[in-house]
């Protein structure tokens, strides 16, 4: 079983920086590729970033590629995102996800591939 704690949201303008943390319980977390999520309202959850268990392995959606950057500190059984230059449309509600005992190579994005999910963090940009 794993608990995966979000913080880290806030309100802020188009142009800030953000930076979320998903603190994980259990001892399962460096067997775990990690990913972000998020859902704007009326929408469907979105993939943002994911990362492979060692972190060698990263993903983004193309809107966040060169802004946001996922890393993960399998010492610290945490996962960031550093989110930079944000915009309006980047409002949601941000879910960190776990997937447990993932393949050593591989970072996942969708979200059915994912066992655990946190409680979600909101995020939102003003213009």
């Known amino acids: 079983q794993v608990q995966l704690v979000e913080s880290g949201g806030g309100l802020v303008q188009a142009g800030d920086s953000l930076r979320l943390s998903c603190a994980a319980s259990?001892?399962?977390?460096?067997?775990?590729?990690m990913g972000w999520f998020r859902q704007a309202p009326g929408k469907e959850r979105d993939f943002v970033a994911a990362i492979s268990r060692s972190g060698g392995i990263i993903h983004y959606i193309d809107s966040v590629k060169g802004r946001f950057t996922i890393s993960r500190d399998n010492a610290k059984n945490t996962v960031y995102l550093q989110m930079n230059s944000l915009k309006p449309e980047d409002t949601a509600v941000y879910y960190c996800?776990?997937?447990?005992?993932?393949?050593?190579?591989?970072?996942?994005?969708?979200?059915?591939?994912?066992?655990?999910w946190g409680q979600g963090t909101q995020v939102t940009v003003s213009s």
């Open positions: 996800a776990a997937k447990s005992r993932a393949s050593l190579f591989n970072a996942y994005s969708v979200p059915s591939e994912y066992d655990y």
């Open positions: 259990g001892r399962s977390f460096s067997s775990s590729a």
